[in-house]
């Protein structure tokens, strides 16, 4: 039973250059990943999908750091054979400036991911919201399992697509007639419950023109399960010019 | 080790009945299924004909249950084991050889090996279930020859309350804890041996029922059981409701004998300090249940209650489901902690006594463990963002941010203990290695879902799906099978095969991650969950995934063998394989029904992760004092 001497200094200058490849190669994949981002649709969906996108290069740090000096120690530190009886000589039951490191990290780290994404993110959804004078409201009725769209100002009642003017703030008024849905458009970036008995506001600005036709992304769908029909619990959008919807506005209002 | 050979001549004779196994050892069990199924349908059926309903009907359904479940309690032992005695009856002999594992009693050791093995066969209904679901996103059409959407949204809500209750929140709690606890603190029993024994028995009947659910019905809400959807599609939400309330009330039973166990029960000079890390961790889950169980519990009867009862507590138009939210997320987010932390423990355990060192930090790994489990009980909110009013959002959005931090104390310690050690990786550490792995993919992008911003986008898609699959199945399933390998000379006496260990290890992590990564991806596309029917842009992936996941639950099927075989044929173990301090490597393998004879008893002199080179015995053996 002889102690091993291991030079750890020497060992983690190795585990930084596995960090540095490491880090090379995982944020290369996320850029590549960010890069092929599906449809962000509405300015809402910039800010969701900015936040996904910056905890992502960070998550990939995070796992690189972490997870590399998981692999590297367990390869670096292994025993030569499952008959070893070697005994380390570094017996440590701490070290202050590791403890203190990580401490500093953690708690630094979660504090900035609060204030942003998170806050920022908020503060700017909540002032679009609160600065939108005029917003298009569009009632929304869900029920097992459809929606139906009427539009209480221009008089357009109970259709079964939802066409909607680009760069204008829509208030969508949430209601549901049986159990709870979900209203979410997956490239607008957002997704609200519909909750019985209550009423829920959406607000989103469509950004980018199209139909579910042109991009599946761009589709009504129910996100909360709500029995046997629920994953057709689609409807079709279009996202149309200003002077489009009102060509669409006068040809189905009464 | 000294102590062992100095132990086995008195431990000899601990061993209780030698007698080998008998078919008749089997009654109790049959009488308990007897009972039980007479119980059941002679209770449905007079309630149906007092109503002038049918017993497929909630109400019957539910007396059924009930009665059903006495009946097999009544059959397993439980009368002549307690409550005959309670009257004034004759006590009930106890029960210390073979006989003891297919009946109720008091020993926690039988109680463990019944856990095990229970895990395993829900383990292995509930991932048939999986399979099936692949099967029907092999393609992007309703898959009609398959299964209708009925059946998928019955056999998802199955899957998942049978992963998560009755296999996750047992898995190492029941089957490893229960077995490890009264062995670690160096004492004879549990706290409250009798309520132990009686919360396996609570198991069966409540998974039974949970999965015989489509015959009276289905339940189509997932594991949820979302009001008011759970009232009006279909009325096996009964047996998901009781199935789940029974395997809660297990859950608790267990708990209170962890907590109790720990704090009433330590050998002579085993402080708070010297608790091994393995308890800390279970005393963290247990704490969660104690505290955290009652709310949601009376949200699942509440639930029941406005089926059967006609009470509107969450229908009708003055209904509030946004409470149901509130109580069932107030235990079942922070359950997931339950299933976690006793697995962080484990890593904390292993390790050390796999790379030679003591355990890093372990103060810090305490406070990780306990502050886990604290803050828990605080950040249920973020399973609703997309429910709760603004004001909700920024509190429990930095709260759930927050657990990362004493989460992150279990990384510290373990890369601490592995750094400059002598790591022996067998089929049991290099589990633990890749478990570790894949939870930090899974706490990485569980942030995703505490940032209200990320979440509004990925939450209920297939992100949030792949992100629980790496934290449940990644970390705690692996995290049970490693478990379940280092220990198994305790057990057992033998040695699982390492070859056929290490093959499957990778096995699991190469097409656990091909099955799991992408559904991140396919979350990102816009593909939302419970779905059997998604649009056609996202076959490709479904179909990679698919795959991937029948090669991933085909290799179950190798851990399986390998425990199988190496119990009975498995090469013998010496008392102490892994050369390790813990006190429990200190007693006979496998453990005698009491594990040291009367007149002993373990006094705890050092702690039990030194492995300096000539250090001393944590553990002395003095002989009690008597009464």
Not at chain 1, 100 to 129: C, D, F, K, R, S
Not at chain 1, 132 to 142: E, R
Not at chain 1, 197 to 218: C, D, K, Q, Y
Not at chain 2, 607 to 622: C, L, M, R, T
Request: hydrophobic share 50%.
């Amino acid at each position: 039973m002889n102690a091993a001497k291991e030079n750890l200094w020497k060992a983690f200058r190795g585990l930084v250059l596995v960090w540095i490849v490491g880090l090379a190669i995982g944020e290369t994949l996320i850029a590549w990943g960010v890069n092929n981002w599906p449809l962000v649709g509405s300015v809402q969906a910039r800010i969701t999908a900015d936040a996904t996108t910056y905890l992502m290069w960070q998550a990939v740090a995070l796992y690189v750091l972490v997870g590399g000096a998981i692999v590297y120690s367990a390869i670096r530190f292994r025993a030569s054979s499952a008959s070893d009886a070697v005994i380390p000589e570094n017996q440590k039951r701490t070290w202050a400036p590791f403890v203190v490191t990580w401490l500093v990290l953690a708690i630094g780290i979660n504090l900035a991911n609060t204030i942003y994404p998170g806050m920022v993110g908020l503060e700017q959804l909540w002032a679009i919201q609160m600065d939108t004078k005029n917003p298009l409201v569009i009632d929304v009725t869900a029920q097992q399992w459809k929606w139906t769209f009427s539009y209480p100002k221009q008089g357009v009642t109970d259709v079964s697509q939802l066409v909607v003017p680009e760069g204008r703030t829509i208030d969508f008024v949430l209601r549901t007639k049986d159990v709870m849905h979900d209203f979410w458009v997956p490239a607008w970036g957002v997704k609200k419950d519909v909750i019985p008995n209550e009423v829920r506001h959406l607000f989103v600005t469509p950004t980018a023109l199209g139909s579910t036709a042109t991009n599946p992304m761009i589709r009504v769908q129910c996100s909360m399960i709500c029995g046997n029909g629920h994953p057709l619990m689609r409807a079709p959008v279009k996202v149309v010019t200003a002077a489009k919807f009102k060509t669409w506005v006068a040809s189905n209002s009464f | 080790m000294a102590t062992n050979e100095m132990q086995a001549q008195a431990l000899n004779e601990t061993e209780g009945g030698k007698t080998s196994f008998a078919i008749s050892m089997l009654f109790p069990l049959f009488r308990a299924t007897l009972w039980g199924l007479t119980g059941y349908f002679a209770a449905a059926w007079i309630t149906a004909a007092l109503l002038g309903s049918v017993i497929v009907n909630p109400l019957p359904a539910t007396v059924g249950y009930i009665v059903g479940l006495v009946g097999w309690l009544m059959g397993s032992g439980l009368w002549e084991g307690w409550i005959r005695r309670a009257f004034g009856g004759a006590e009930a002999p106890s029960y210390t050889g073979v006989e003891r594992y297919f009946r109720f009693g008091p020993d926690s050791k039988s109680t463990a090996v019944r856990y095990v093995v229970f895990n395993v066969v829900a383990f292995f209904f509930a991932g048939l279930a999986a399979m099936a679901i692949r099967v029907e996103l092999l393609t992007p059409d309703s898959t009609s020859w398959w299964m209708s959407e009925i059946h998928y949204n019955m056999t998802f809500g199955i899957h998942g309350l049978m992963m998560l209750l009755a296999v996750a929140a047992s898995v190492i709690v029941g089957g490893v804890g229960y077995y490890l606890v009264p062995l670690m603190l160096g004492v004879r029993n549990v706290v409250f041996p009798k309520l132990l024994g009686l919360s396996w028995w609570l198991l069966p009947p409540a998974a039974f029922a949970v999965f015989m659910s489509p015959t009276i019905g289905g339940f189509q809400t997932g594991w949820w059981g979302y009001p008011p959807l759970a009232q009006n599609s279909g009325s096996g939400i009964v047996f998901y409701v009781l199935g789940a309330a029974t395997l809660l009330t297990a859950s608790v039973l267990g708990a209170i004998n962890i907590a109790g166990t720990m704090v009433y029960m330590r050998a002579k000079g085993m402080s708070l300090g010297r608790v091994p890390i393995f308890v800390w961790g279970l005393f963290a889950a247990a704490t969660i249940l104690i505290v955290e169980a009652p709310a949601t519990f009376t949200g699942a009867l509440m639930d029941l209650s406005d089926m059967i009862l006609g009470s509107h507590f969450y229908t009708g138009p003055l209904g509030h489901p946004l409470a149901y939210m509130d109580q069932f997320w107030f235990l079942f987010h922070p359950e997931v902690y339950v299933f976690a932390l006793p697995a962080f423990a484990i890593w904390l355990e292993i390790l050390p006594a796999a790379a030679k060192r003591p355990l890093f930090a372990r103060n810090w790994a305490i406070a990780g463990l306990v502050g886990v489990s604290m803050l828990g009980a605080m950040l249920g909110v973020h399973h609703y963002f997309t429910a709760v009013s603004p004001a909700r959002m920024p509190i429990f959005m930095t709260f759930t941010e927050t657990v990362s931090i004493p989460t992150g104390f279990i990384y510290l310690s373990a890369i601490g203990t592995l750094w400059g050690g002598r790591l022996k990786i067998n089929a049991a550490v290099l589990l633990v290695l890749m478990a570790m792995m894949n939870f930090l993919i899974g706490g990485l992008t569980g942030i995703f879902n505490a940032d209200v911003p990320a979440d509004l986008q990925l939450h209920n898609t297939y992100w949030v799906v792949a992100h629980f699959h790496y934290t449940i199945l990644g970390a705690v399933i692996f995290t049970w099978i490693a478990a379940l390998y280092w220990w198994f000379p305790k057990v057992t006496g033998r040695k699982i095969n390492e070859f056929w260990g290490k093959f499957h290890a990778w096995w699991f992590f190469v097409f656990f991650n091909c099955t799991f990564f992408p559904m991140f991806i396919a979350g990102i596309d816009g593909m939302n969950r419970r779905v059997a029917i998604y649009l056609p842009y996202l076959h490709e992936i479904n179909l990679f995934i698919s795959i991937s996941a029948f090669l991933l639950g085909a290799g179950f099927l190798i851990p399986l063998a390998n425990l199988v075989y190496s119990w009975r044929r498995g090469e013998k173990a010496e008392p102490n394989p892994w050369g390790s301090r813990g006190l429990e490597w200190q007693m006979k393998s496998p453990t005698p029904y009491i594990p040291f004879p009367e007149g002993t008893e373990p006094e705890v002199v050092g702690p039990n992760d030194n492995y300096a080179a000539g250090s001393k015995e944590p553990f002395v053996w003095i002989s009690a004092p008597s009464k």
